[in-house]
């Protein structure tokens, strides 16, 4: 059998449909291995970067994993903003990538390059991937092809490279004698006596608070976190990648916490006397730039199956390494936990108190449209099944905040790597995974001319992505802080910045288009837009000086996010003590 061949089969027998690629010399043998296959076939891209999100879309979609592949040189280096994506994430995704034929390559040679567009992809990559390889003999397909598939979803999950010469891709390979890779997966579970100790302290606890990361989708366990949930009491809060893990129309739900975080989600958390967090780094953008001051009344309990992220940005009272669903299966079937405790009750009325004291959206005055609040009616008119692809900046914000994510539906959106332009892509992957559920783009001005080429993709293919632009006008988030801490100066984020006329631009794609300006406007433009079963673009005019709030500052406790409360409403809400004054100098 052909190499290449052999190597689209492997891909197919794992139930991987569609491969998003952009061609090239490099790819010659690959891509032709796909030609005429039913069960197996490309998509065309028109930009590497945007290939590689496409993949991280389908795999965060399907719960299976993402194919991308590109020729060699400059189509490589045009994926690594989607593998870094999903490497920060812990996305499972293959990347494959072309390479000059063996007789080319220099190897050790200590020359820059030899063959055309040679490029030592392997070497760059390594820092962002579970695993790189560079298949230098035929005979090595059968293993490395194994062994990149368990590496990629085993622990932790994260993307692996496999470069492929072109002179390989050719060979013919005789499968009975080619090696494979035997590896049991590891199981990473909980101690007994640290789920032990977890049951004593949710027995104990008063104030308790479960803190949802991206970690409990990754280990599919969201079902599990459901169930937890009702059977101890215990309310949940969500990091930002962890937003769509539990239902938000459900009563023990409190909202995303963070810089940008619902102000009663922050509240809730800095608050209480336990807080479990699951599948969570508990990165800066969750604590603040002071993590001391973090949940700084409770005992942190946190569970990873990571064990560089326990005990590295904040030091908990219990670390356990464990996956998360193996947790729950533990911690579910503790005696302990089979009496539902009582003691919280106090503790709900005062969180319901809160999030009806800050509610995550008000009503407009104006006629101008309020980007929460039009977040907040969007959800109101998507399906149960829908499916959000939603950018980064202050859409992201606004969306997280105000959208109401229901069981069934998803929330996709980039964390680590945070790339503006990601939406489209990643709802393209997200379309053909799930060829049958609503799928939403959000995104803004800003990034959306970042994978604006990808309309293209989206009109060939007639995929039935509802785009909704949000147009400030500019970069809204650099602009925000500027006018913060550098007194106003929006250079490059306003000055010097300018978009096309989106009519006219998505218009020409052949992709019904439609503007709205006013409050009035939004639903029945909503309800005509969603209605329809092709492509469509929405684009939404917003104030300029739309600003993403509340919002916390540089040296302030989650609690204290602007607009500042006065000191005696915020000392109103806090059961644990006030910390004084700080100097809130950026530096």
């Not at 023990?252 to 608050?271: E, H, P, S, V």
């Not at 309309?455 to 500019?474: E, R």
């Not at 909503?526 to 092709?534: G, K, Y």
């Not at 000392?571 to 700080?582: A, C, G, H, V």
């Amino acid at each position: 059998m052909k190499l290449s061949k052999y190597v689209i089969d492997s891909l197919a027998e794992q139930g991987i449909t569609h491969i998003f690629e952009v061609c090239g010399g490099a790819l010659a043998h690959l891509l032709d291995s796909v030609y005429g296959r039913t069960d197996i076939t490309t998509v065309s891209m028109h930009h590497e970067m945007a290939a590689a999100i496409a993949a991280e879309g389908y795999a965060r979609a399907s719960e299976n994993f993402g194919v991308a592949m590109a020729t060699s040189g400059p189509g490589a280096t045009n994926l690594i903003t989607g593998i870094g994506s999903c490497y920060f994430d812990s996305v499972p995704c293959m990347y494959i990538t072309g390479q000059v034929n063996t007789y080319e390559y220099k190897f050790d040679k200590p020359v820059r390059q030899i063959g055309f567009q040679e490029t030592d992809i392997v070497s760059i990559v390594k820092p962002i991937v579970k695993k790189a390889v560079l298949v230098k003999d035929a005979d090595e397909i059968r293993f490395t092809l194994e062994e990149l598939s368990a590496v990629m979803k085993d622990g932790r999950p994260g993307p692996v490279l496999l470069d492929l010469p072109l002179d390989l891709q050719r060979e013919e390979i005789n499968i009975p004698t080619l090696k494979s890779y035997t590896k049991e997966p590891d199981e990473v579970k909980p101690p007994t006596e640290s789920i032990n100790q977890l049951a004593d302290l949710i027995h104990a606890s008063e104030r308790p608070v479960i803190l949802a990361g991206g970690g409990v989708r990754s280990s599919h366990a969201c079902e599990d976190l459901l169930q937890f949930a009702h059977r101890t009491r215990i309310p949940v809060v969500t990091s930002l990648m962890g937003l769509d893990a539990f239902p938000h129309d459900d009563s023990l739900f409190i909202g995303m916490i963070g810089t940008y975080g619902n102000r009663f989600a922050n509240l809730a958390i800095a608050n209480a006397d336990l807080v479990i967090a699951l599948g969570t780094r508990l990165d800066t953008r969750q604590t603040g730039t002071r993590p001391e001051t973090f949940a700084r009344d409770a005992t942190i309990v946190h569970v990873d199956i990571d064990s560089h992220e326990l005990n590295n940005k904040i030091k908990v009272h219990h670390a356990i390494h464990s996956d998360i669903r193996q947790f729950f299966l533990f911690i579910s079937h503790h005696p302990g936990i089979t009496r539902v405790p009582v003691k919280n009750t106090n503790w709900l009325t005062r969180i319901s108190q809160y999030k009806q004291r800050y509610p995550d959206f008000t009503l407009p005055e104006t006629p101008a449209i309020d980007p929460n609040y039009f977040f907040h009616i969007l959800s109101e008119n998507l399906k149960n099944d829908a499916i959000l692809c939603v950018d980064v900046g202050q859409i992201q914000m606004w969306a997280a905040q105000s959208l109401v994510i229901k069981k069934g539906q998803r929330f996709l959106t980039e964390g680590g790597m945070a790339s503006i332009g990601s939406a489209l892509p990643m709802a393209i992957g997200a379309a053909f995974a799930q060829p049958e559920k609503q799928i939403i783009a959000i995104t803004g001005d800003g990034g959306f001319q970042l994978n604006i080429q990808e309309l293209q993709t989206l009109y060939h293919h007639q995929l039935p992505i509802k785009i909704i632009l949000l147009n400030n006008n500019g970069y809204g988030m650099i602009k925000q802080f500027q006018e913060q801490y550098l007194n106003c100066r929006f250079q490059s984020s306003g000055i010097g910045f300018s978009n096309p006329d989106f009519q006219d631009v998505v218009t020409a794609y052949k992709i019904p288009s439609r503007k709205i300006s006013t409050k009035d406007e939004i639903v029945p433009a909503l309800q005509h837009f969603l209605s329809e079963t092709h492509p469509g673009f929405l684009e939404v005019i917003i104030d300029e000086k739309s600003r993403a709030v509340p919002k916390l500052s540089v040296n302030r406790p989650v609690e204290d996010q602007e607009p500042l409360l006065s000191r005696e409403e915020l000392k109103s809400n806090m059961i644990t003590e006030m910390l004084p004054e700080y100097d809130n100098d950026e530096n």
